[in-house]
């Protein structure tokens, strides 16, 4: 399922290939999020072009809306979506804590209300799981709680328990693709060896840090990770949840994560931000008025290679569709080829370096080129 | 600049060809709206698939936002936006009044506040031509009055006098493309016989109708055609302005005009309601959620080809982009495809059984397939 293909000599940076039943990903891996089958303002022809291996599908969202008895109808998420490529999904627990109303949490899983119309829904370990084998999830994820930040310990440990005896049930159930348990632990070193170890006995096909990116300050970030990988055996794949900026990245790929997913890329672009190797610009700003170069020199992303920064504002400001269909394209390009990068210079052996020169030169704050 | 290939035996249909700046229109051609320097949803490229043969763009909205030091910054409205076809644009008359607010028309022209922001601007015959110039305008359109309906006859008179003498003002400016009269006279039919006269004695490129889709009945927008066209040269081309649902395209080109804009396809695509020949449908609507089948059996679009209407109902329950922007592309797919169709019925000789069929086919309220 999955092959190390190379380490990184001077950090914990891996080169790797993980095979799933629509294809192989060549990792690291970033993964456009495709909350409600569709990757916001892209069609699967543009995803392509872009460069995506495999994208996200939500479980909540897909379970409330269109709902089950569709997606069963329609053979799965790949064929009614139009994307034949590998899919992820997530087990919705993460939404269910963060998006629904009037949650109820027992041992046999979580009742809440669909933050859609308040209609009264349940999701558990089994059902995660089954409704991620009628989505045909290439990679389905375990069905845990994600503690908010910060976190009492004493929560945070009686949380994990739960989610540990959740991810047995889980493994239980059968899916047509692999499964992924997920670290929890919140900040806590212990608890996040204690969850990859109990994880790791369990056995899964690939292992996610969760509970991070939930609005903890990076280095909190930057910890849940280095506290799980040493527990982490080599020859699986590591995902990051929700993560992150560019440098975040970057940085969880020289700490041994393999896989990332995040919705800023698509998420500003609506905003008016687009990224670049040196930091965000926001299109809308007055400089960019007359501006006539691309969103940034030398990329080759659809947008960049026909349209100005002058015009993308105007699109921007006047709330047309096509400025925030053209910053998405460019922002997943950014976000696809920066992992492109990334595994070239692995396989160059000068990864170390890439990371110190791309971190140094990206600026944490929005920039004006 | 016109070539009246061919007309059609039994009613006043024609085939011809347009020659333009920036390339040749085979009419009868309908012009998708760009009001913002973008066709709602679609790229340029997108423009190409679906068979756009030229577009529209808005004087009103583009001198409001970006404003006209950008426009020319840019060298006008083609390298703008991207779009090396032709380009009408129209005068922004009837923006001025049907948009902005506070207006004060004199004999130079109309005093209004911006939609936007209430800024102060002005547009009379020579700006609204010197505007056109600066877009780089293939066809520039003359800057008239467009009164509402229902229109008294005094008003419509006096209304008309002014628009004929800012006709002669406009005639003065130097454009770089073609330029188009536009005959107002509101319902009466000695009006529009003396409008389509005095225009005709001015000397354009081309005449179109304007003043109807205002909200008047259908027969009276036939009517004000059937009124112009006999003043109309036969040697120059007709265009129907804001013009119309598929039977009234029909009915028109029957009637002697070549030249269509719209906003219907791309507007009613962002509720979800998709055109077919039999009618349109809504997407929106319960029945096609278990529905596999394409928006239109047998249609060629992008949209058709790829998604179900099960999946663009979620897409559109769920609001999300891409769903409408499929609607979209399939919408001017089809109004793009209706237009060929019609030009291949003529070059046939059989425009008139086609008409009959397609109005007969075609519900004129929403239908479920």
């Avoid at 629904?100 to 669909?114: D, M, N, P, W, Y």
């Avoid at 040196?278 to 007055?286: D, E, F, H, S, V």
């Amino acid at each position: 399922m999955f092959q190390l293909l190379q380490t990184d000599p001077s950090t914990k940076a891996r080169r790797g290939r993980l095979i799933t039943r629509h294809g192989v990903i060549e990792t690291p891996v970033f993964m456009p999020v495709g909350t409600q089958g569709t990757v916001k303002a892209m069609s699967p022809d543009e995803l392509r072009e872009v460069g995506a291996q495999i994208i996200l599908g939500n479980t909540y969202h897909l379970f409330i809306r269109p709902g089950m008895d569709v997606m069963r109808h329609f053979g799965g998420l790949h064929s009614f979506m139009g994307w034949d490529g590998p899919i992820l999904t997530d087990s919705g627990g993460f939404q269910v804590f963060s998006l629904a109303k009037l949650r109820e949490i027992t041992e046999e899983g979580v009742h809440f209300q669909s933050h859609l119309d308040g209609a009264p829904c349940f999701l558990g370990p089994r059902e995660a799981m089954e409704i991620q084998a009628v989505l045909g999830s290439d990679i389905a994820m375990l069905f845990d709680e994600c503690p908010p930040y910060p976190c009492e310990r004493d929560y945070a440990a009686r949380s994990l328990e739960r989610t540990l005896r959740w991810a047995a049930k889980c493994r239980e159930v059968e899916t047509p693709g692999l499964k992924f348990g997920i670290v929890q632990g919140a900040t806590f070193e212990d608890l996040r060896r204690l969850a990859a170890e109990a994880l790791v006995a369990l056995g899964f096909d690939g292992y996610a840090i969760g509970g991070v990116s939930v609005g903890e300050p990076e280095f909190e970030m930057l910890r849940a990770v280095e506290y799980c990988e040493p527990f982490l055996p080599v020859d699986k794949p590591r995902y990051a949840m929700g993560l992150g900026t560019p440098p975040q990245m970057v940085e969880m790929v020289a700490r041994g994560v393999d896989m990332f997913d995040c919705v800023l890329p698509t998420r500003l672009a609506r905003n008016g931000t687009a990224f670049t190797s040196r930091g965000t610009i926001n299109l809308k700003n007055a400089p960019f008025i007359y501006d006539k170069g691309p969103i940034e020199d030398g990329c080759l992303c659809a947008a960049c290679r026909q349209f100005t920064r002058g015009y993308l504002r105007h699109l921007v400001k006047a709330e047309e569709i096509l400025g925030l269909r053209l910053i998405s394209q460019h922002n997943l390009y950014f976000y696809l080829g920066l992992m492109e990068r990334i595994r070239r210079e692995l396989e160059a052996g000068s990864f170390a370096s890439f990371q110190q020169s791309f971190t140094a030169g990206y600026a944490t704050h929005e920039i004006i080129l």
